[in-house]
């Protein structure tokens, strides 16, 4: 390298081009020790920067899951306590039944203590009405297939389905599934008690659909009857379960059914609901004492205390209905356990990203102030050099004196 040449200091351009990376060097590790972070362009690692963003996005949606299933719960925990509260009013309604099923209170008494049971079925109604989040209802029977997010992808879902506990839901009976059959001298009659006279209605053997055992019984009923020009209906509620017979031509309805058990059980799973003129309420699985024309329609609750026997015999029905109520708190504990499990589950994955991301995006402290320490050195000895290279083409003047 010669120094008598003075048209261009190449050992100063190396030097100054030196000084401006060390000076690059020095501003990234000041922004980095500023900003805690080890990418702050893309330029910096656009591979890390990639990473880092998406990651970051997923933790921010895992977090919104989180709290997601934290509503969740807070919605479980209202449906909870209004199913409690209607628990409670179920264990004053048996109390008042058990009252009444003692032959020491007279009509009065027992017409008082039946309105008490009234109106505590009306506070259930207005409980399940009235227990609400954001206005929406819980416990009326409408919350049903509801979906809560509770992760961060579009299969992280959990249905939730909270059964009504409306007096409705209670005074009646639990629903079954199939279709029913019908075996010939096992489940296919149906006996009634017609003012003395012996009704009995036999179904044809095979499988029906509910719609079509109602068509079929109205066929049987009918062909059975012993009073001339005295026909029945039978109608079917796919909603309710319900199967009501009732004289043709918008008679009184003079018993109503309820489909109570599996496929097999034929006639045999259908349960009166109604009553007849003694407030008796039936079995369906064997001859069903009926004065039709005698039938004294009810309020249609189901829950009475006109007697000592029907008070008794309205004991079960409670025992069902708090024993319904209790499996359906069951339910919305086992959904809150599930949501319990999703936050735990959650939170670990928040925790793992989040790790993950710092670990890519995040400044590592000791090293960038290690590396500043060393930029810094290099920064002044870049300097002294780039000075020195500049005076060097000075030298020449020596040879011209």
Known sequence: MSFTRIGANLVAIRAFNQ????????????????????????????AGFSLARGLEARRRSLDQALSNVQTARNVLSIAEGG????????QTIKEKVVQGADDSYNA???????????????????????????????????????LFQTGGS??????????????????GFVGGSGDPEVAAGTNDTLAFDENGSSLTATLTPGTYTKAGLA??????????SVKPGLSYAVTYDGGTGKYTISKAGGGPTVIVLKWTAAASAGLAGLLGFYTNANDSIFNG???????????????????????????????????????????????????????????????VRIT???????????????????????????????????????AAPQLVLSIMQ
Do not use: C, W
Request: proline content about 2%.
């Open 19 to 46: 000084l401006q990376g060390v000076n690059r060097k020095f501003g990234s590790h000041l922004l980095r020790l500023s900003s805690g972070k080890r990418i702050n362009q893309v330029g910096d690692d656009p």
């Open 83 to 90: 199913y409690m509260a209607i628990a409670d009013i179920l």
């Open 108 to 146: 009065d008494q027992r017409s008082a203590i039946q309105g008490q049971i009234d109106a505590l079925l009306d506070e259930i109604d207005d409980i399940a009405d009235k227990t609400a989040f954001q206005g929406t209802k819980l416990i009326d029977g409408t919350f049903t297939g509801k």
């Open 154 to 171: 579009a299969g992280d879902i959990l249905m939730v389905s909270l059964d009504s506990a409306a007096s409705s839901a209670f005074t």
């Open 215 to 224: 068509t079929e019984l109205q066929s049987a009923l009918n062909a059975a």
């Open 285 to 347: 699985g064997g001859p069903v004492p009926i004065g039709v024309s005698d039938y004294v329609p009810t309020s249609g609750t189901g829950l009475s205390v006109a007697n000592a026997s029907v008070a008794a015999t309205t004991m079960t029905y409670v025992d069902l209905a708090i024993n319904t109520l209790n499996t359906i708190a069951q339910k919305v504990g086992e959904y809150m356990v599930r949501l319990d499990s999703k936050a735990d589950t959650l939170a």
């Open 352 to 390: 793992n990203t989040e790790a993950t991301r710092s670990r890519i995006e995040d400044a590592d402290f000791a090293r960038e102030h290690m590396g500043l320490t060393q930029v810094q050195i290099l920064q002044q000895t870049a300097f002294a050099a780039f000075a020195q290279a500049n």
